[in-house]
């Protein structure tokens, strides 16, 4: 990937300007509040100028995401599959070429959603010390038993994927012996995996949303504790807005560590396998 290096590099520089206009708009959003009932639109053409902005950026972000994204995956194929092998390697090849264009999709979308959910924990709680630094310390006490729990569901995902990535290895040959008693086993055991995996994913969604709630519930109660009457509507959709975009980005925790766990599985097997092609066989040498 050295080659796509410096589109890369613009991809996520664009991307982190897409971010930040993201995370002031609902700053923004609250001045422009404000500023209509005073009569003034002031902060309705502010907010105007850096959604506006916010637009063009993430535009030329998504054109130029395909462009790269699409290159590195037809590099990534191309290379281990233009390697030496034997017909004994098909099946694996097979199924490195598909995990590949996981590979891929984990660059150009999970990671890229997994930066905008660090963008969003860290931006929302900078933005939130500023409204009501009580709603902070809060959000700040939630992350502790989330990080517990992904760490846990983690480990477990690990192992699920793996065992999937090995069925998956064996897809090739066992169709190829044309036997249905085989085939079926084969495919029974993929989604037996699956299953599970889904069932993991199923899991973890209900605690986080129970975890959701209760930090959503505790900082509103916070802020009306502590601001009261006096707190102005502009500010109350900010602190609402951000208080939700940091509980987003705790969602995406559990979900980051199996993507990472799946991601460890692939590169460490399609590493592997190049090592394994550039072997020579001490057949043809002797």
């Excluded at 991601?263 to 550039?278: A, F, G, K, P, V």
Aim: charged share 20%; aromatic share 12%.
């Amino acid at each position: 990937m050295l080659q796509h290096r410096f589109r890369l590099l613009l991809t996520y520089v664009l991307f982190t300007l897409e971010m930040i206009g993201n995370l002031m708009r609902p700053f923004f959003l609250g001045i422009a509040i404000d500023d209509l009932l005073k009569g003034s639109y002031r902060g309705l053409i502010l907010l105007s100028i850096v959604h506006f902005t916010w637009l063009i950026i993430g535009t030329i972000r998504h054109r130029l995401d395909t462009r790269t994204y699409s290159a590195i995956y037809t590099s990534l194929v191309t290379k281990f599959l233009s390697r030496r092998y034997k017909k004994a390697d098909v099946s694996k090849l097979s199924a490195h070429s598909t995990l590949a264009r996981e590979f891929v999709d984990f660059l150009e979308f999970d990671l890229v959603y997994v930066m905008e959910a660090v963008y969003g924990i860290a931006g929302s709680l900078l933005m939130l010390f500023f409204y009501d630094s009580a709603v902070v310390i809060v959000c700040l006490s939630i992350l502790l038993p989330v990080t517990a729990f992904s760490y846990f569901y983690g480990k477990r995902m690990k192992k699920l994927n793996t065992l999937k990535n090995d069925e998956l290895e064996k897809q090739v040959d066992t169709i190829s012996t044309g036997n249905n008693l085989l085939i079926r086993e084969h495919y029974d055991n993929l989604r037996k995996w699956q299953i599970r995996i889904s069932d993991q994913e199923a899991w973890n969604f209900g605690l986080m949303e129970i975890m959701v709630i209760v930090v959503m519930g505790l900082s509103l109660l916070i802020t009306n504790k502590t601001m009261g009457a006096s707190i102005e509507a502009g500010s109350l959709v900010g602190i609402y807005s951000y208080i939700q975009r940091f509980v987003s980005g705790l969602d995406t925790i559990p979900y980051t560590v199996q993507r990472l766990s799946s991601l460890q599985d692939i590169t460490s097997r399609i590493e592997l396998h190049e090592n394994d092609l550039e072997t020579p066989d001490l057949k043809e040498v002797a």
